[in-house]
């Protein structure tokens, strides 16, 4: 019996989508990756580039094409977009942003796709939201890599806060993937222990947990300060999540997710934990949240909602 051929197609062929690609190289995820970005001589290059891994990796088909190589895929995930510059959020860049989601979304779902779509774009809720608005697809099969890097970044710093590896640590950034994103910290807990307690052994207060959480908000303007672009960590999460999709491997991962209620939320894609397997987003996690966490999340929601709001009346103006 013939296996089912997994196959990604990548819309961005920028630092983050090539990052991606190389991720998939080296972890073996999809039989076939096609790049799809304006700029067709960088897809062929990077291709041809690529197919060199192959060889010390894993056997795969890649290869630059455009819109139509979208009718049979499985996945479809989007880098594209203008990037972040110095000085900017990522809430500045929705109008221009929202333009070029509905440039990438009509020829994508004119080819006849029917998949899973995964955002990275920033602002990526905002976008999130746009791409499920555009395809009309179900909101499981769109979603967000939201919250997924912020978490990797959090689980690193209190992994070298408190002398223990990153994957040791559970603990979750929640809301916008940006500035008003905030840290779980009074349920988090390494090794099944409180990070509550943990803190208290070594005499870390409330505050200095609150500047571990600053550090991760504003880790990405650091890196883009220095080198222009923030690029391997977010590669690095978008094949994570590409693995639990074609292994439906049900994990609970931080995404960009759909809420119906969950939270006291509707109607929005936020950051939050979720099960990801083969049908997308196969339930939204309703975490424990103290209520002060919860305010938190309430407030990061009103911001992206005024955002979104704002940037769909011009567009649709």
């Given at each position: 019996?013939?296996?089912?051929?997994?196959?990604?197609?990548?819309?961005?062929?920028?630092?983050?989508?090539?990052?991606?690609?190389?991720?998939?190289?080296?972890?073996?995820?999809?039989?076939?990756?096609?790049?799809?970005?304006?700029?067709?001589?960088?897809?062929?290059?990077?291709?041809?580039?690529?197919?060199?891994?192959?060889?010390?990796?894993?056997?795969?088909?890649?290869?630059?094409?455009?819109?139509?190589?979208?009718?049979?895929?499985?996945?479809?995930?989007?880098?594209?977009?203008?990037?972040?510059?110095?000085?900017?959020?990522?809430?500045?860049?929705?109008?221009?942003?929202?333009?070029?989601?509905?440039?990438?979304?009509?020829?994508?779902?004119?080819?006849?796709?029917?998949g899973i779509i995964v955002v990275a774009?920033?602002?990526?809720?905002?976008?999130?939201?746009?791409?499920?608005?555009?395809?009309?697809?179900?909101?499981?099969?769109?979603?967000?890599?939201?919250?997924?890097?912020?978490?990797?970044?959090?689980?690193?710093?209190?992994?070298?806060?408190?002398?223990?590896?990153?994957?040791?640590?559970?603990?979750?950034?929640?809301?916008?993937?940006?500035?008003?994103?905030?840290?779980?910290?009074?349920?988090?807990?390494?090794?099944?222990?409180?990070?509550?307690?943990?803190?208290?052994?070594?005499?870390?207060?409330?505050?200095?947990?609150?500047?571990?959480?600053?550090?991760?908000?504003?880790?990405?303007?650091?890196?883009?300060?220095?080198?222009?672009?923030?690029?391997?960590?977010?590669?690095?999460?978008?094949?994570?999540?590409?693995?639990?999709?074609?292994?439906?491997?049900?994990?609970?991962?931080?995404?960009?997710?759909?809420?119906?209620?969950?939270?006291?939320?509707?109607?929005?894609?936020?950051?939050?934990?979720?099960v990801i397997g083969a049908d997308g987003?196969?339930?939204?996690?309703?975490?424990?949240?103290?209520?002060?966490?919860?305010?938190?999340?309430?407030?990061?929601?009103?911001?992206?909602?005024?955002?979104?709001?704002?940037?769909?009346?011009?567009?649709?103006?």
């Amino acid at each position: 019996m013939a296996q089912h051929h997994q196959k990604v197609v990548l819309i961005g062929d920028g630092a983050v989508g090539s990052s991606y690609a190389f991720a998939l190289m080296h972890q073996g995820l999809a039989e076939e990756l096609v790049i799809v970005d304006v700029d067709k001589e960088r897809t062929v290059g990077d291709a041809l580039d690529l197919e060199d891994a192959s060889a010390w990796t894993y056997n795969k088909l890649v290869k630059s094409g455009d819109y139509s190589d979208a009718k049979d895929a499985d996945l479809v995930v989007i880098t594209a977009g203008a990037p972040q510059k110095p000085g900017e959020t990522r809430l500045d860049l929705v109008d221009k942003n929202l333009k070029i989601m509905q440039s990438i979304i009509t020829p994508l779902m004119e080819s006849g796709f029917d998949g899973i779509i995964v955002v990275a774009a920033n602002p990526v809720d905002i976008l999130t939201t746009a791409a499920q608005r555009f395809s009309g697809l179900p909101k499981n099969r769109v979603f967000g890599s939201g919250t997924s890097l912020d978490t990797a970044r959090l689980r690193v710093k209190l992994g070298q806060k408190f002398g223990v590896s990153p994957e040791s640590v559970n603990a979750y950034i929640l809301g916008e993937h940006g500035d008003s994103e905030f840290a779980n910290f009074d349920e988090a807990t390494i090794g099944g222990r409180p990070l509550k307690d943990w803190a208290a052994d070594q005499n870390i207060s409330d505050d200095d947990l609150e500047d571990i959480l600053y550090g991760t908000a504003h880790k990405a303007y650091e890196i883009i300060n220095r080198k222009g672009a923030t690029f391997y960590g977010i590669g690095t999460s978008l094949a994570r999540i590409t693995r639990a999709i074609f292994r439906d491997e049900k994990v609970v991962l931080p995404v960009g997710a759909h809420l119906d209620g969950q939270y006291g939320l509707n109607d929005i894609y936020i950051g939050t934990p979720a099960v990801i397997g083969a049908d997308g987003v196969e339930s939204v996690i309703e975490t424990t949240l103290s209520e002060a966490e919860l305010e938190r999340f309430h407030a990061s929601a009103k911001t992206l909602k005024e955002v979104s709001d704002g940037g769909f009346a011009k567009l649709e103006g």
